[in-house]
Nanobody, 124 residues
Framework: QVQLVESGGGLVQAGGSLRLSCAASGGTFSSYPMAWFRQAPGKGREFVAAINRSGTSTPYANSVKGRFTISRDNAKNTLDLQMDSLKPEDTAVYYC?????????????????WGQGTQVTVSS
């Protein structure tokens, strides 16, 4: 069973940056494709970015492409999300997720392991 713990959320002004981290334990981190999702108040969970096991494939949502960068360190069992040029519409709870399989996925339904989430608030 994999445990995921996010950190790095907070309050930032529009145009600023934040770096989220997700620490994994209890499993073989390098065997899991990983992803970030987010959920804003009153909305459903939304795909943000994903990364395959080796880090060579990184699909992004159109809304964050060019501003966010997903990365992983399999030696340290960590997943990161560098968020630049933040906008008020990026405000949400951000979740890291892992799945059993070989490919990254943009569907939340395909992820079995979830962190508790970290709040990101972007003020205008």
């Amino acid at each position: 069973q994999v445990q995921l713990v996010e950190s790095g959320g907070g309050l930032v002004q529009a145009g600023g940056s934040l770096r989220l981290s997700c620490a994994a334990s209890g499993g073989t981190f390098s065997s899991y494709p990983m992803a970030w999702f987010r959920q804003a108040p009153g909305k459903g969970r939304e795909f943000v970015a994903a990364i395959n096991r080796s880090g060579t494939s990184t699909p992004y949502a159109n809304s964050v492409k060019g501003r966010f960068t997903i990365s992983r360190d399999n030696a340290k069992n960590t997943l990161d999300l560098q968020m630049d040029s933040l906008k008020p519409e990026d405000t949400a709870v951000y979740y890291c997720a892992g799945r059993i399989g070989s490919l990254a996925s943009i569907s939340s339904l395909e992820y079995q392991y979830w962190g508790q989430g970290t709040q990101v608030t972007v003020s205008s």
